[in-house]
């Protein structure tokens, strides 16, 4: 095994899949790379008509982009913190679907083993996200870890 991917999102929700995967990769020696996703769907989830004033739109999704900035430094942190001292730690902020960006993870040739929760991104992601583990399930073609 030479590349860990664990999801991350500063939550006690991704720690546990986090300290597996800080162990696996002292372990085997292995690169291990964090990954937050900005969820970049939630002006599509919400539609333009969900409410009657253009601004109370733009409010939300600037609220919901707030929210999520700090969700992805928290965990930046936490990867950082519990990553000390593993030469091939590297942290990665993306945006797209969280599903759909982890299960392209998931497929990735150099994806040796994804680990992440299965209430990851759940802090600020939209509803749909709680299915996640069983979209993973159906979709991945590499290898992966999900906690509870």
Do not use: C
């Not at 291990?32 to 919400?46: K, R």
């Not at 601004?55 to 919901?64: C, N």
């Amino acid at each position: 095994m030479q590349q860990i991917v664990v999801a991350v999102d500063g939550s006690e929700a991704s720690q546990q899949a986090l300290s597996h995967a800080i162990h696996l990769a002292r372990q085997g020696q292995t690169s291990l790379t964090g990954v937050f996703v900005i969820d970049g769907e939630w002006p599509d989830y919400i539609g333009n008509d969900w409410q009657s004033s253009k601004g109370s739109r733009q409010g939300f999704l600037d609220y919901i982009q707030a929210e999520q900035q700090q969700q992805a430094e928290s965990a930046r942190l936490q990867f950082e913190d519990a990553a000390r001292g593993i030469p091939e730690a590297n942290f990665s902020l993306k945006t797209g679907d969280p599903a759909g960006v982890l299960i392209d993870m998931a497929q990735e040739e150099t994806t040796d083993l994804l680990v992440l929760s299965r209430r990851v991104y759940q802090v600020s992601g939209r509803p749909s996200l709680r299915t996640l583990g069983e979209r993973l399930a159906k979709k991945a073609t590499r290898p992966f870890l999900l906690f509870p």
